[in-house]
């Protein structure tokens, strides 16, 4: 079963612009990460947040979390080519039993 | 420092062949998973290990076997390769806990059964 969904499932901006995707859950979850996948290569991962966390930063990367609203989101600012990728996230909770299951991604393509 | 090496990168087999896709990691981390990743579906769990000589089945495992005879190798097998086991294979590993903490994974294998 499929728990997080990302919206939108592909983004295209200009170098230098925000990126913002959403990532929404049906169940209860104790954790949500991020992972960025470029093409042909497997994920990587960059943020986790926890259910009792609202925000976290990494570099370019802000990860909000609701869970009164059971989304996420993950912006991107100042974007680059280098930016060009899926985007994955990733919940962990019951619904699932607990694993860690993935969304289908949104892919950002970054134009120079 | 490797990280999770997979091998084969590719490999195209005839509908009943089988083979053994292998994944490597050399950051003595404990758990160990096998994803697969199919277009517009994500990755979905075959079967994970929580450590030496244990497997588990994931949300996907029929089909697949996995042995982890050795902590930083696990093994996924196809005996019998059906057209609907084309995909991407992904490996992944974790440090300390199941599902709670970043995965670290391989570069994946593309198989395709004809």
């Known amino acids: 079963s499929q728990q997080g969904e990302e919206d939108p499932q592909a983004l295209s901006i200009q170098e230098g612009e925000n990126a913002t995707m959403n990532c929404s859950y049906k169940?209860?979850?104790?954790?949500l990460q991020w992972y960025r996948q470029n093409s042909g290569r497997g994920l990587v991962h960059l943020i986790l947040?926890?259910?009792?966390?609202r925000e976290k930063h990494s570099g370019r990367l802000r990860v909000t979390l609701d869970t009164s609203k059971k989304s996420s989101s993950l912006l991107i600012t100042a974007s680059r080519a280098a930016d060009t990728a899926s985007y994955f996230c990733?919940?962990?909770?019951?619904?699932?039993?607990?694993?860690?299951?993935f969304g289908g991604g949104t892919r950002v393509l970054v134009k120079p | 420092n490797a990280g999770v090496t997979q091998t084969p990168k590719f490999r195209v087999l005839k509908t009943g062949q089988s083979m053994t896709l292998l994944c490597a990691q050399d950051?003595?981390?404990?758990?160990m998973y096998w994803y697969r990743q199919d277009p517009g579906m994500g990755l979905r769990l075959i079967h994970y290990?929580?450590?030496?000589?244990?497997?588990a089945k994931g949300e996907v495992p029929d089909g697949y076997n996995v042995s982890r005879l050795k902590k930083q190798n696990f093994l996924l097998g196809l005996e019998s390769a059906a057209p609907s086991q084309t995909s991407v294979y992904f490996c992944?590993?974790?440090?300390?806990?199941?599902?709670?903490?970043?995965?670290?994974f391989g570069s994946g294998t593309q198989l395709s059964v004809l």
């Open positions: 947040i926890r259910s009792n966390e």
């Open positions: 990733a919940t962990e909770g019951k619904a699932a039993g607990n694993k860690l299951t």
């Open positions: 950051m003595n981390h404990e758990y």
């Open positions: 992944a590993s974790s440090y300390e806990s199941l599902w709670t903490e970043k995965l670290f």
């Open positions: 290990s929580v450590g030496e000589g244990t497997t």
């Open positions: 169940t209860s979850i104790n954790n």
